[in-house]
């Protein structure tokens, strides 16, 4: 049975960590590389850092933001935030990130999955999705941080995506993005049983039950989250060993 992995998550603003609720509401968190080197010995079996700040220095910032995780952190991690070239990554890949994560300027221009695939692996290449429910109960991808609607349904690009070279899914239900009031269970269960690659449900994660939900009754393989671990709310270790109480497949 493949074990199951809990990630804390960085949204990066002007090299500061902060976290919102449903994407608004910005508040500061702390120094990311400082929270993800604490995490790492904590327990967490991954991180990932998103760069939300727009700048025309986005490969320079994220290139030393990913050397100097590299020199603090000992466990995998991916990088997202305005990657839209095979020189991005290339960049980031030879920094230290293990993964990089791409979203809206994958779906802008499809084939740069594809191209990235090619040229990295899929194993690298994590496909980001923010998805919201519609009054008609269809799940719809939304872009540019949740600030921008389509009409492609959610599973449909992710089966597309993996198609094109994906290797992992990290999905944001923007409807339960900083709420605590639960993962999207019918959301993440439909892609996590739908796609043959890993699914990361992102969103809503606010007890320790929460998580036990999203691996039984949502089939996610890895759980996000983020102001429960920034502020201290749920310690990695004792959400570890209330999930492997439960029989839960988790690395303690």
């Known amino acids: 049975m493949l074990t199951k992995r809990i990630i804390p998550c960085l949204d990066i603003q002007n090299g500061r960590t902060v976290k919102g609720t449903n994407f608004l509401n910005l508040r500061d968190a ?3 590389v400082e929270l993800g080197a604490r995490y790492a010995l904590e327990g967490a079996d991954e991180l990932v850092f998103l760069d939300i700040t727009a ?5 320079k910032t994220l290139s030393e933001l990913a050397r100097r995780i590299a020199h603090h952190i000992n466990i995998p991690f991916t990088v997202g935030g305005g990657i839209s070239s095979i020189q991005d990554v290339q960049v980031l890949l030879e920094n230290g990130a293990d993964k990089i994560s791409i979203n ?3 779906f802008k221009n499809p ?5 990235l695939a090619r040229e990295f692996g899929s194993q690298c290449i994590v496909l980001g999705i923010d998805a919201k429910k519609a009054a008609n109960g269809k799940y719809y991808v939304y872009l540019n941080g949740g600030r921008m609607a389509t009409e492609t349904i959610c599973l449909d690009w992710a089966k597309k995506g993996v198609d094109l070279g994906a290797g992992e899914i990290l999905l944001t239900s923007m409807d339960q993005d900083g709420t605590k009031k639960g993962f999207a269970l019918e959301l993440t269960s439909m892609l996590a049983q739908g796609l043959p690659v890993p699914v990361i449900a992102s969103g809503g994660g606010g007890t320790r039950e929460h998580f036990a939900e999203v691996f ?3 089939f996610a393989d890895a759980a996000l989250a983020a102001s429960i671990f920034h502020f201290r709310e749920i310690p990695i270790p004792d959400l570890k060993q209330f999930l492997k109480g439960l029989g839960i497949g988790i690395r303690i």
Do not use: C, H, Y
């Not at 700048?55 to 490969?59: A, H, I, P, V």
């Not at 084939?111 to 191209?115: E, F, M, Q």
């Open 55 to 59: 700048t025309n220095e986005k490969r």
């Open 104 to 106: 809206t300027a994958a």
């Open 216 to 218: 039984q009754e949502g």
């Open 30 to 32: 702390g120094d990311p």
């Open 111 to 115: 084939s740069l999955i594809a191209g």
